[in-house]
Structures are given as structure tokens and as C-alpha cells.
């Protein structure tokens, strides 16, 4: 099959042919998990996050302006899905300061070490508004202008937290001794 445009993809599925959304999903459901793994550091509530994401994809798919990219718009489904689960967790309960996925992403090698470790714990420690920048910037290797698509704030914005974050890790890394 020859590879198609998301515009044209999500064009066919809205004139009906629903069977090209699945092909979306196969294209974006690795790193739709994988921001929201890195997002929540929970295996079921990324896996959760990543179906309730192509969900409200799929529903809300004719508000889609196919002149923007298909991924920046899933992306920030993502983003807010995450944020929102991180909202519901902080009312209810208290983030763990230990918390890591029990299971590495699946595009990083079966045993992480302990540096890895140490790195995630400390961007779990982040706001999440620092973590989204963290993992779209330096995870998921979007651009300023896409991650100022994603997010929905300017650039100058993004390259701000982008800079209290990594300022803010930092601390975090020295004192963990790395």
C-alpha cells in the first residue's frame, strides 16, 4: 500500500471509509503510548490515555481542520488526556515521589539502568506542564513550532518552560549525583 497523508487519510474517513482511521491508529498508537507513559508513568493509565485519545480522535474528527498536521492535534488529545488523569490523581491522592513504570516503553531495551532510573523518577518529580515540554521535546523529538502547535501557547513560551525544565532537572540530577 502506498503511504498516504494524514489529511488525506482522515479526508476518506470522513466521506466514509472508516477503515482508513485504523490506519491512523496504527501509525500514531506506539507514540501516542509512549507520551503517555512518559506523561503519567503508568503502564495501564498510558494504555488507557492512548484508547480514550483515538476515541475522542475518532468523534471529534470532523471538527479536524485538515490544514494542520494530524499529529500535533493527537498529540495535545494526548497531552490533555494526560494532564487530566494527573489532575484527578492530584485531588484524590498524592503523586508517589518513587513512581516509574514498572516495565520499559517498548522502544527502550528490556532492562533500563539505573541512571535511567534516576532520570525518570526525576521528570515524574517535574510539574506537568515542565513534563510535557521534557517528553514532546526530548522522547517524542518535536520541533518548537510543533510542540507550540501541540501545546497551544507561542514558541517564546515553550522555549521557556522548555528552559525551566531542563533548569529544574538539572537541580534534580545533581542532587541524585548524575
Not at 520499559?104 to 515540554?133: C, F, G, N, Y
Request: aromatic share 8%; glycine share 4%; net charge positive.
Amino acid at each position: 500500500m502506498i503511504e498516504q497523508g494524514d489529511s488525506e487519510l482522515v479526508r476518506q474517513c470522513l466521506d466514509g471509509n472508516v477503515a482508513r482511521f485504523g490506519d491512523l491508529v496504527n501509525k500514531y498508537a506506539k507514540p501516542i503510548y509512549n507520551l503517555a507513559l512518559r506523561m503519567v508513568g503508568d503502564v495501564e493509565n498510558a494504555a488507557d490515555i492512548a484508547q480514550t485519545t483515538f476515541l475522542k480522535a475518532y468523534e471529534n474528527l470532523g471538527k479536524f481542520d485538515l490544514n494542520l498536521k494530524f499529529f500535533s492535534w493527537l498529540y495535545r488529545i494526548a497531552i490533555n488526556e494526560s494532564l487530566n488523569l494527573l489532575q484527578k490523581q492530584k485531588q484524590t491522592e498524592q503523586l508517589n515521589d518513587e513512581l516509574i513504570s514498572p516495565v520499559a516503553a517498548p522502544d527502550v531495551a528490556l532492562h533500563e539502568s539505573e541512571r535511567s532510573e534516576i532520570i525518570q523518577q526525576s521528570i515524574m518529580k517535574l510539574t506537568p506542564e515542565q513534563r510535557s515540554v521534557i517528553v514532546l521535546r526530548h522522547f517524542m523529538d518535536l520541533s518548537y513550532t510543533q510542540m507550540s502547535a501541540t501545546l497551544g501557547i507561542t514558541e517564546t513560551k515553550v522555549k521557556s518552560r522548555l528552559f525551566s525544565a531542563r533548569q529544574h532537572l538539572r537541580k534534580m540530577l545533581l542532587k541524585r549525583g548524575l
